[in-house]
């Protein structure tokens, strides 16, 4: 089991920019699997970034150059610094864990509400 807080969300112009954390209530190191989505209203959640336990990075092509996820093992926090941010960027953003415990299993933080006005 692992418990994800997330914080930094906020109101915030177009083409400001903003830094979300997620903290998670054990280490992440053995963790495969970490990542951002989120959820605009009347949408289905959907994946923003995520990164795998060696680095690698995957982002969603609607963020890719504005947003870096990142990874601090020895902060158990995983971060998503999104810059240039556009009106499409709001909604609710949830970090997420993706480990492999014998079967692979999905743990959510409880979502921070991005909002980006025009």
């Known amino acids: 089991q692992v418990q994800l807080v997330e914080s930094g969300g906020g109101l915030v112009q177009a083409g400001g920019s903003l830094r979300l954390s997620c903290v998670a209530s054990?280490?992440?190191?053995?963790?495969?699997?970490m990542g951002w989505y989120r959820q605009a209203p009347g949408k289905q959640r959907e994946l923003v970034a995520k990164?795998?336990?060696?680095?690698?990075?995957n982002y969603a092509d609607s963020v890719n150059g504005r947003f870096t996820i990142s990874r601090d093992s020895a902060k158990n926090t995983v971060y998503l610094q999104m810059n240039s941010l556009k009106p499409e960027d709001t909604g609710v953003y949830y970090c997420?864990?993706?480990?492999?415990?014998?079967?692979?299993?999905?743990?959510w933080g409880q979502g921070t509400q991005v909002t980006v006005s025009s």
């Open positions: 990164i795998a336990r060696g680095g690698t990075t």
């Open positions: 997420n864990a993706n480990p492999f415990e014998g079967t692979w299993r999905d743990y």
């Open positions: 054990r280490s992440i190191f053995s963790i495969t699997y």
